[in-house]
């Protein structure tokens, strides 16, 4: 004991210690930063090189100190498409940018629809008449549908490019459960037959319902990239399925000869080439501008108008309470809204959707919030990489619902979730259980098996919440219940089958979706404010620090793998019946 309040007494004081270190080092990185710091100018006829190897997400985290390189990453500590978007189309207009140069190499993170949204910018930059080149040793599928709009293509001699068509791999974990002696006990709308968030923990295989939602989605998908690529690459769609049906592209020669790239060549004779273009003999004389250097010179607009349009960010897993930037908080995004609605000056409100769905209690809080809204001023849903399932329940309801192609979308279903441990609990771990209850069904927990009545009467639950969302569905979109449960069932959707199917309006990203409120609200001068609002910015860094460290000590260890952590991680935090993506899904 004695030695246990030492050691307790010790890491106190030495998270204390190491607390005040860090302030102190902080303060003195911007006092030196202050007072030595240049300002950072555009040149003439500068390139801007585009590398972003960190994972982008639709709203850039707030960093106080980036500007002083604190808690930054070099030239790709961009996170936020909102402020990489904003930072290209700046370029666009921009005299001194006269082209763009991309890191293909470190371009690919992100989910698809956030991957076509730079697409989508970058061919809107090539439209002012400017060049763009890509390099990379070796592209990935990813990085290669971004690199695709260039003007010129390169490639390492020894590298390789990535073109294979999309494939998705599935996790189950039933026969693992079975091992351990744990029975998932599943609950889901009789109807719900594509709601296969459920699956893993019963099958050990897909089922052919979600067998062939998956075929539709990724087919769609595909389909959508293909087209663009062979735009940009004036490559026919059957020459461009059979080069991924054949690997052909791998070898970087057979690449060039399809023209998949235009050149061969090393580092260096890319640099030249880039000498070549922008006119210059010298390397010194290459002005090259990272995006974050640029995007660091861009001051915001001066906006005088008074009337305004609110971007109102739902990113993440949704859970009731307060949650953060990256978990949708029922009360948070409740009261974001509410405000947004009382406010005279905001004239229209575009809600920002990335989710994969969670919590259906919270989904119903936010959506009422959301309702009142709309009777208050136009309301514009965007969607990003996902707007599924709890993510369409607070969209549904919307005037106006813009979707990338590439949006996993729809999957309107309701599941709950209740393993039975007693097994485990007794044969593997020897611990048993005894109980005391006042009525039939005070007991209902995960130490023993559900009764029929129990099962029933929790089944009767989960068809009222499912009945409950088709029902808000149907409202929002102008459809019967029928016609919503008939596309319904928990089944996913492309933005592009959705707009078919009537679940969405148009494809866009968030630009449009601000477009279309304005226009909505009759207003022509206006500015964008984005909530909810952050915290202040000595509580965000000291919350972005300890978050960071964690997250690479994770990351270091798992690697790739971590993807499957954080899934887990996911399950633990379920409360309540899910309106959840139907399956942990990575398209490769």
Request: with cysteine; net charge neutral.
């Amino acid at each position: 004991m004695k030695n246990f309040l030492k050691y307790t007494f010790a890491t106190v004081v030495g998270s204390i210690i190491t607390f005040f270190v860090v302030v102190l080092i902080v303060f003195i990185t911007i006092g030196i930063s202050s007072s030595s710091e240049e300002v950072i100018q555009v040149k003439e006829n500068t390139v801007l090189k585009v590398k972003l190897s960190s994972g982008m997400i639709d709203r850039e985290p707030l960093n106080p100190l980036a500007k002083f390189g604190f808690l930054g990453s070099g030239d790709s500590d961009i996170k936020g498409l909102n402020k990489i978007l904003a930072a290209i189309s700046a370029a666009k207009e921009d005299d001194n940018i006269k082209g763009i140069y991309l890191d293909g190499a470190s371009i690919g993170s992100g989910g698809l629809a956030t991957l076509e949204a730079l697409r989508t910018a970058l061919v809107d930059f090539q439209s002012s008449g400017k060049f763009i080149y890509a390099y990379s040793e070796y592209y990935t599928q990813r990085s290669y549908y971004i690199a695709s709009v260039s003007n010129k293509i390169f490639v390492n001699p020894a590298g390789a490019v990535e073109i294979k068509g999309l494939g998705a791999q599935l996790m189950f974990f039933k026969n693992s459960l079975d091992k351990l002696g744990v029975d998932m006990q599943i609950i889901r709308g009789p109807n719900n037959k594509f709601k296969s968030a459920v699956e893993p923990f019963m099958y050990d295989k897909m089922s052919e319902a979600n067998r062939e939602q998956m075929k539709v989605f990724l087919g769609s998908i595909w389909d959508n990239m293909v087209q663009q690529i062979s735009k940009s690459r004036n490559i026919s769609v059957s020459d461009f399925n059979q080069i991924a049906d054949s690997l052909w592209a791998s070898n970087p020669e057979k690449a060039k000869s399809l023209t998949i790239v235009d050149e061969l060549a090393y580092y260096d004779q890319v640099k030249e080439a880039l000498m070549e273009k922008m006119e210059v003999k010298k390397e010194k004389d290459l002005n090259c501008m990272s995006l974050s250097d640029y995007s660091s010179t861009l001051s915001p607009k001066k906006i005088t108008a008074k009337k305004k349009i609110a971007v109102i960010y739902a990113v993440g897993e949704i859970q009731s309470g307060e949650g953060n930037d990256e978990v949708i908080g029922s009360e948070r995004i409740a009261k974001a809204v509410a405000k947004a609605r009382k406010d005279s000056t905001i004239k229209a409100i575009v809600l920002r959707v990335n989710s994969p769905g969670g919590s259906a209690l919270a989904s119903e809080v936010m959506w009422r919030e959301l309702v009142l809204a709309k009777d208050a001023k136009p309301l514009v849903v965007s969607m990003g990489d996902y707007a599924a399932s709890g993510g369409y329940y607070i969209a549904c309801m919307a005037d106006k619902i813009v979707a990338q192609p590439n949006t996993l979308t729809g999957s309107i279903g309701v599941f709950g979730m209740i393993p039975n441990l007693e097994k485990f609990m007794s044969e593997k771990l020897g611990i048993t259980t005894d109980e005391v209850s006042t009525n039939a069904n005070s007991i209902v927990g995960t130490m023993k098996p559900l009764t029929p009545y129990q099962h029933k009467a929790i089944q009767t639950e989960v068809v009222n919440i499912y009945n409950t969302f088709i029902g808000h569905v149907a409202d929002g979109r102008g459809m019967t219940t029928a016609e919503v449960d008939a596309i319904g069932q928990g089944r996913v959707w492309s933005g592009i089958n959705a707009i078919d199917i009537g679940l969405v309006d148009e494809l866009g990203g968030l630009d449009r979706a601000i477009e279309i409120a304005a226009e909505m609200a009759g207003v022509e001068d206006y500015k964008v404010i984005e909530r909810p609002k952050r915290s202040n910015p000595f509580e965000e860094m000291m919350k972005q620090f300890g978050a960071n460290a964690k997250a690479s000590i994770i990351e270091n260890e798992l690697g790739d793998n971590v993807k499957y952590y954080n899934y887990l991680k996911s399950i633990q935090n379920m409360d309540g019946f899910q309106t959840r993506l139907p399956f942990f899904i990575e398209v490769n």
